[in-house]
């Protein structure tokens, strides 16, 4: 059975940093591209970067550049987050999805979902 599963959010004060996880099974990240979307209180959700199976990144949210950082682990079948920089704007849930096709900022074709992580910049 495919599944994602995040984790490292939390709280973090301005200016901080965290980094997220996306553990795959069930699955190949070497077929698939991984998404990162967020999606804060009373707004839709957004595409935020993509890494594809070949390695390729995307960034989606013009607001994370020079900030935020995909990378993945093949050997792991793991895709990170690394979030520098942290602001109150950044407070979301953060979720991950698979797609098998190349990288997408639309949802609506990710083929599975991660439970999601929260994230709150606070201080």
């Known amino acids: 059975q495919p599944q994602l599963v995040e984790s490292g959010g939390g709280l973090v004060q301005p200016g901080g940093s965290l980094r997220l996880s996306c553990a795959a099974s069930g699955f190949s990240l070497d077929f698939y591209s991984i998404g990162w979307f967020r999606q804060a209180p009373g707004k839709e959700r957004e595409g935020v970067q993509c890494?594809?199976?070949?390695?390729?990144?995307?960034t989606y949210a013009d607001s994370v550049k020079g900030r935020f950082t995909i990378s993945k682990d093949s050997a792991k079948n793991t895709v990170y987050l690394q979030m520098n920089s942290l602001n109150l704007d950044d407070t979301a849930v953060y979720y991950c999805?698979?797609?098998?096709?190349?990288?997408?900022?639309?949802?609506?074709?990710?083929?599975?979902w991660g439970q999601g992580t929260q994230v709150t910049v606070s201080s």
């Open positions: 890494i594809s199976s070949s390695g390729e990144s995307t």
């Open positions: 999805a698979a797609l098998r096709w190349i990288c997408s900022a639309n949802a609506r074709v990710y083929d599975y």
